[in-house]
DNA sequence: TTGAAAGCGTTACCAT
DNA sequence: ATGGTAACGCTTTCAA
């Protein structure tokens, strides 16, 4: 049975004195007689007094709590993005309120009103899937409870924002691909409704471009479809392929296990390039090659500039870029040297 | 700027009638003529009136919230328990408030007090390695909180339990090693202050006596030396090693590295059983047969347990231990098959 | 230096 | 059917 824990006005009551007296001995604010403050933190501590943060939040309107909307926390790159938030959260004294939406729209949109609701000083949110509706964001602005979103921007929303850039991300894995020697690239595209999907697409376009090779259709495979592990043959029976660029490691690894069952050889004849540096990148061999996302350093930036909002609060929304790198691994060869 | 939300009072107010009405009206109890009643919720809809759960929780006694307190989110293990806890949580309206210690008892101790002075309603947790000091978690008892604790015993904390049998999960582990004929079989051991090291170091030994097999010492090597390496070559070559059965996955992993280094031949010379089912399990080649720990329903059960107890106020302690199951991979032959 | 009172948003109990 | 009041635990302002 919960125990009733004893109050200030318990104190109070004990010493003869009234509460607002005991509350300035504890806080240490006021004035007050070093007598009276001794005797009463002595008691305060006789009975194992703790300030019940329920009654302050009431009279402050500050909860120490900041809300975490994430889509999972089954992925590597989400939990180190919590890790990051937490080292400053945990640093600051806030409490972390944690929501998984699932990627759903629903849960979502659920998880800002729950949090809204607790009266958080604060969320973090990593946009799920539907860029489409995002009225449940909105609400949070306009309730004033300031809002840092990580990972995907969302056009239509004036907050702050912590993401990657994937243009650049892409680009930089593809112009590898061809400085290595590579030309008839393939790219793995990610789930359409992603905005992360459509960037490295473009960065995929665009290093191409660059380096005056062609796009060409045929060589783009979509990654969640359900015949994909077809669609990745096929194009290996009709074009002489020599490089794959993933949307995700975990595509990358489909990818190498069936070039493993055809005996290519990895990097020599086909080179392979995969997405945020999810562990299985180093467990499967060939040691996967990929383009690492700062995840720790996004969740602790995105807190920072939250709590900056939050206690310093500022009003202008600011977005941070933080820059991806291209890990070299197993599944790829050694740059040509360009004269 | 965080906006003052519309009140209870507000809404009383604007249609001169009493708080007390108004509550009546919004919470569908007591009396109240359907007019009045109309005429408040309209108004509450139109001015998107939110309750204050912080208000609410100073009269009930009751947050709504759970406290979790996990050493760290970078396993899956952890992970899966979370996710377990969350299915049951989400759907009876409570909220998560995480804490990570780090397995550093500071930490968890502060994890403690945080989650009590945030006046929880219960508390899960994962107690970190210390196994001598709990008297932060006899803390929480002693305030009536609701505990339930997960995945190791603390013998002297009288309060429920969600645990495996790690002692079962190795004898079975290391009896499938004999049935598929090994002899010679190291046992690499967890950390010495955890107490699942101990247990699945005594399910070892009793597999072995159980078959008539000698134990000896040398055949047992700390998984967290720093000379692991080292030690695992060297006990290659001294003994005529054909099976390793070890604490950890992760510590799996590095054995099958040296065996694949020294070209033995998986599972034909020498077999590898790990312990937790880990991705990296699936990921790695040879796939690595492991002990697989129902690490979901862990999480499912704690929270249905815990939530029995906030809900029905139940006062005995109880404890209920999962089984775990061996999974067959690639790093074990098939069982003999006896007559 | 200390006390008294109001208020934070809500509910519950007793009157009317 | 509705109002009034007290209470939850704490802080803050004003008065003594």
Do not use: W
């Not at 020599?242 to 086909?270: H, M, T, W």
């Amino acid at each position: 049975m919960k125990k009733k824990k004893v109050s200030i006005t318990d104190l109070a009551k004990e010493l003869n004195v009234t509460p607002s007296t005991v509350s300035r001995a504890l806080n240490g604010l006021g004035n007050i007689s070093t007598k009276r403050k001794e005797q009463i933190v002595n008691l305060a501590q006789k009975y194992g007094y703790r300030p019940n943060h329920i009654a302050k939040s009431m009279v402050s309107n500050k909860t120490f709590n900041i809300g975490l909307i994430l889509p999972e926390f089954t992925h590597n790159y989400f939990n180190n993005i919590l890790a990051g938030i937490e080292s400053i959260t945990y640093q600051k004294g806030y409490q972390l309120l944690i929501c998984t939406s699932d990627a759903l729209k629903e849960k979502e949109e659920k998880s800002c009103m729950t949090l809204l609701d607790a009266r958080v000083d604060g969320i973090l949110a990593a946009a799920g899937n539907s860029s489409d509706n995002l009225d449940h964001f909105s609400k949070i602005i306009d309730y004033g409870t300031p809002l840092v979103l990580l990972d995907r921007i969302c056009e239509d929303l004036n907050t702050s924002y912590v993401i990657t850039n994937d243009f650049d991300g892409a680009f930089e894995a593809v112009q590898y691909l061809i400085d290595s020697g590579c030309h008839n690239i393939v790219h793995i595209k990610g789930p359409d409704y992603i905005s992360t999907s459509f960037n490295r697409f473009l960065g995929y376009q665009q290093a191409l471009k660059k380096n005056s090779l062609n796009y060409r259709e045929e060589l783009v495979i979509a990654g969640d479809s359900e015949f994909f592990l077809d669609d990745v043959n096929n194009i290996l029976n009709t074009f002489p392929i020599d490089g794959f660029f993933a949307f995700s490691d975990y595509n990358a690894y489909e990818v190498v296990k069936v070039l493993k069952q055809r005996d290519c050889k990895i990097p020599e004849d086909i080179s392979v390039i995969g997405y945020a540096d999810e562990p299985l990148a180093q467990y499967i061999s060939p040691q996967l090659s990929t383009v690492k996302q700062p995840a720790y350093e996004i969740g602790k930036r995105a807190a920072e500039i939250l709590l900056k909002i939050i206690e310093e609060n500022i009003e202008v929304p600011m977005t941070e870029q933080l820059k991806t790198s291209l890990v070299h691994r197993e599944t790829t060869k050694n740059k040509f040297i360009s004269i």
